[in-house]
């Protein structure tokens, strides 16, 4: 099982990001994909989860409204579109799936500042 995050960077507040995350080692398809992340001197916190086929999706108060979970079965993809990011959303963001164990992936740096 492997999950690798890409897409984070650096971007002024109000700006937008788009993360990926490849699956690949397991039936991607057939699990929950979910998105954490972790600021510096915090704990990992939910943004986001979508279920298998995409029908279902969950996301923290603190991003409804601009934040996005989606994910392509066909490419064994998620992605989470930020849009209207602050400086608060400043984290090391992670994709996790729960097969017999949970799985994260190496995380991605996402700054917003000005």
């Known amino acids: 099982v492997q999950l690798v995050e890409s897409g984070g960077g650096l971007v002024q507040p109000g700006g937008s990001l788009r993360l990926s995350c490849a699956a690949s080692g397991f039936t991607f398809s057939s699990y929950t994909m979910s998105w954490y992340r972790q600021a510096p001197g915090k704990e990992r916190e939910l943004v986001a989860q979508?279920?298998?086929?995409?029908?279902?999706?969950n996301y923290a108060d603190s991003v409804k409204g601009r934040f996005t979970i989606s994910r392509d079965n066909a490419k064994n993809t998620g992605y989470l579109q930020m849009n209207s990011l602050k400086p608060e959303d400043t984290a090391v963001y992670y994709c996790r799936v729960v097969l017999f164990r949970i799985y994260w992936g190496q995380g991605t740096q996402v700054t917003v500042s000005s």
């Open positions: 979508i279920n298998s086929i995409g029908s279902n999706t």
